[in-house]
Nanobody
Framework: VQLQASGGGLVQAGGSLKLSCAASGRTFSSYTTGWFRQAPGKERELLAEISWSGGSTYYADSVKGRFTISRDNAKNTVYLQMNSLKPEDTAVYYC????????????WGQGTQVTVSS
């Protein structure tokens, strides 16, 4: 499985962005998929997860109520809608698939930069 994250960019505080994670491989639709981020000098942070069917989701407290994870298995794509962005949301955002542990995933995308200006 190969993952391609896109949709990052520069946005003002309070704005919105929608990230996409496009996957190759027929088995992607059977995997739990997650979004992570890593800011300079900080550890990688799990933001959201979605089950293979989309019926179960998880959000970190830092993004709950502002970010929404969703998926379209027909398009082999998982999304992260990010609203009410804050400067502290600035980071490189990664998608990952095939959960093996609490924050352990088998497949990772290359990351997309999100910068939120104040």
């Amino acid at each position: 499985v190969q993952l391609q994250a896109s949709g990052g960019g520069l946005v003002q505080a309070g704005g919105s962005l929608k990230l996409s994670c496009a996957a190759s491989g027929r088995t992607f639709s059977s995997y739990t998929t997650g979004w992570f981020r890593q800011a300079p000098g900080k550890e990688r942070e799990l933001l959201a997860e979605i089950s293979w069917s989309g019926g179960s989701t998880y959000y970190a407290d830092s993004v709950k109520g502002r970010f929404t994870i969703s998926r379209d298995n027909a398009k082999n794509t998982v999304y992260l809608q990010m609203n009410s962005l804050k400067p502290e949301d600035t980071a490189v955002y990664y998608c990952a698939a095939d959960k093996r542990g609490v924050t352990v995933y088998a497949y990772w995308g290359q990351g997309t930069q999100v910068t939120v200006s104040s």
